[in-house]
């Protein structure tokens, strides 16, 4: 790859990582929840990062609702300075066996209120999921402003198809990787390439540097002729 191409990209990979922490809030244009990703079995942590896109009026009330589908039998909110929150358990109309044992009742909404996001700002509300499930969790979330505006989040991706406008935020969850799995092992075969190439290099570059065998003076003058 020619120097200049490759520095091109890397101006073009910095602009992007810069715009996604100096653009304001109002150019998400959308509820994400981060990280999106998590492991089934293991505690996830995640954010739903809610901006304020008005600019005359504030955030006030922020509701999460969880999928019934999938359903959730721990669900913690953070602390959040300045909020209330209450968690509504709703329970299921059947009992569902999981893989921490069977439920009888899921977490269905979580809901942050009293406090406000101001203009131009956002606002991070974390919450503990135990052991998801694995799968897509769509979470269809409601903003409500200071005008009694309520923004609802809850348009689900189609495949093939344009974002929607008012996407909900969604946490893909995967199953954990098999320990010998072919990424571990391909992983491990990279690194031991690596590895051996390097040495190798280690090796060259000494043989390079190895200083020309010692000649008596006589031996000397014989090479110069």
């Known amino acids: 790859m020619r ?7 890397v101006a073009a990979t910095a602009v992007g990582i810069a715009a996604m922490f100096l653009l304001p ?41 969880f999928p ?8 913690t909110p953070q602390t959040v300075a300045g909020w209330s929150v209450s968690v509504t358990t709703t329970e299921l109309p059947q009992p569902v066996a999981t893989e921490h044992g069977t439920i009888s009742e899921a977490v269905t909404a979580i809901v942050w209120e009293g406090g406000q996001i101001p203009v131009g700002t956002y606002q991070d509300f974390p919450v503990g999921i135990a052991s998801p499930p694995a799968g897509t969790l769509v979470m269809k979330t409601l903003q409500t402003y ?8 809850i348009d689900v991706p189609q495949a093939g198809q344009a974002e929607p406008e008012h996407p909900a935020p969604a946490l893909s969850v995967a199953p954990p990787a098999a320990p010998g ?8 075969v990279l690194g031991g390439a ?30 110069r002729l």
């Open 3 to 9: 120097a200049p191409h490759l520095r091109r990209i």
């Open 25 to 65: 809030p109002a150019a998400w244009a959308h509820v994400p929840v981060s990280p999106d990703t998590a492991e089934t079995g293991e505690r996830a942590t995640v954010a739903f990062r809610v901006p304020n896109e008005r600019d005359d009026a504030t955030t006030v009330r922020l509701e999460v609702r």
């Open 68 to 75: 019934e589908d999938k359903p959730l039998a721990s669900v």
């Open 146 to 153: 200071s005008d009694g505006q309520v923004v609802r989040w």
């Open 181 to 188: 799995s072919t990424s571990d092992t391909t992983a491990r």
């Open 194 to 223: 690596g590895l051996a190439a390097g040495l190798v290099a280690l090796g060259w570059a000494a043989v390079r540097r190895k200083p020309a065998p010692f000649l008596a003076v006589g031996e000397r003058e014989k090479a």
